[in-house]
């Protein structure tokens, strides 16, 4: 039998399923979280075999040490996942002082979590990227402005999401930030990008021990993640019926040129919205950020929908038997709805489920951890065509006035 060890199986409340899968294929899965025993999903206790509780994830002694008594008692580890951008390094750190050689090591962790390192593995697979600078004082940035010219995107080089994101449209914002920079975030790097008109295009994909994926889908977010969180905004994203043949390609370069192996990756590509002389013509894919772990929040459960499939038992598969025959049904559009709470919006919640009740798929309220990206009050539901999708969104998003 297996060991797996899986890092925080209680969050996001989702990923109790990948326990669960893993379990039934016959793995003894340990889990190591910070919630109590007692305050589990009855879901995710029934899906491990035990559970080592730590006063704290963030305190690595103390994680080493649950690791250290599994190893003890149950053996060599084979795995060990937490399938969460939060502690990819982490996990890493526990896999290489463990010897864990089924994942990413410590020494892998610059190319996958630094934006500026991420670029020139981008270029070895033929996908055009931003150009960028690393923010050092207002001159050096400013240098680098009459090159590329406003707006420039500023983020941590090392980050999660769309935290700490900031678009700068000229000088005063850009001397606002390098105060802000310099007064509470020094000694953090950060980057500076020139500004894509575009959407975010992804691909998501579960690939096997040989790099080769084995499940691949993709989603498509029309708005600006970084907009929606600093402007507090609704938040929409869907996945697509078919994945785009040249996303499927430049996902795939992208597989090889990173080493990826036996993992469930996110990759988030722009989809140029109007040309752009430095990165090319409209409709062009274009470099934006690896992710080596899910799609956040709810979409492994949308791509589920989506592809009338089961990507929880797709992963598990990978894990316990190196593939899966787990059949991929028919497709749809998947739409994901995110409403602001204290907006007026024409239409009530009733309304909506009462329109869309043989649309609807799951209903719920976010997450305040998750809220920002992703709105309070959610709605995730599926289509045949695009225009029943556009409906949904128009009558979802609506507010009076």
């Known amino acids: 039998m297996k060991n797996i060890i899986f890092i925080s199986p209680n969050f996001p409340t989702n990923y109790w399923q990948f326990c669960h899968e893993l379990k039934l294929n016959g793995m003894n899965v340990l889990g190591i979280g910070d919630q109590p025993y007692d305050e589990l999903m009855p879901e995710l206790k029934e899906s491990l075999n035990e559970y080592y509780k730590v006063g704290s994830l963030e305190n690595y002694d103390e994680v080493y040490r649950a690791v250290a008594f599994f190893t003890f008692k149950y053996g060599r580890i084979d795995w060990l996942e937490s399938n969460n951008e939060y502690w990819l390094e982490r996990d890493a750190a526990l896999r290489t002082d463990f010897h864990i050689t089924s994942g990413f090591q410590s020494s892998d962790m610059p190319r996958i979590k630094y934006k500026s390192k991420m670029k020139e593995?981008?270029?070895?697979?033929?996908?055009?990227?931003?150009?960028?600078?690393?923010?050092?004082?207002?001159?050096?940035?400013?240098?680098?402005?009459?090159?590329?010219?406003?707006?420039?995107?500023?983020?941590?080089?090392?980050?999660?999401?769309?935290?700490?994101?900031?678009?700068?449209?000229n000088d005063e914002e850009l001397k606002k930030f390098i105060a802000y920079h310099d007064a509470q975030r020094a000694g953090v790097p950060y980057i500076m990008e020139e500004f894509v008109h575009a959407e975010v295009n992804s691909y998501d994909a579960i690939i096997d021990a040989n790099g080769n994926p084995i499940f691949e889908a993709g989603n498509v977010t029309p708005m600006s993640i970084m907009d929606i969180v600093n402007d507090n905004d609704n938040s929409i994203y869907y996945i697509v019926k078919d994945l785009p043949e040249d996303t499927r390609a430049a996902g795939r370069a992208t597989v090889k040129s990173f080493g990826v192996k036996s993992r469930f990756v996110h990759f988030e590509f722009f989809r140029m919205t109007e040309d752009q002389a430095s990165m090319g013509e409209k409709g062009k894919i274009v470099a934006l950020e690896v992710n080596m772990r899910p799609c956040g929040g709810f979409t492994p459960d949308m791509i589920n929908f989506a592809r009338s499939t089961n990507v929880y038992k797709i992963w598990a598969d990978m894990i316990a038997f190196g593939g899966t025959d787990l059949p991929v049904g028919e497709h749809f559009y998947c739409a994901y709805a995110g409403r602001r709470d204290g907006k007026n919006f024409l239409y009530s919640h009733e309304q909506i489920m009462q329109k869309y009740q043989d649309s609807m798929r799951m209903v719920e309220r976010i997450p305040d951890a998750l809220a920002g990206a992703m709105g309070n009050q959610m709605y995730v539901a599926t289509f045949s065509t695009k225009e029943q999708m556009d409906q949904f969104y128009a009558d979802v998003l609506a507010v009076n006035g």
């Open 121 to 169: 593995f981008y270029q070895k697979a033929g996908i055009t990227t931003a150009r960028y600078h690393m923010v050092d004082d207002f001159a050096g940035c400013r240098k680098f402005i009459d090159e590329v010219g406003y707006p420039v995107v500023v983020k941590p080089d090392n980050g999660v999401g769309a935290s700490d994101t900031h678009k700068l449209s």
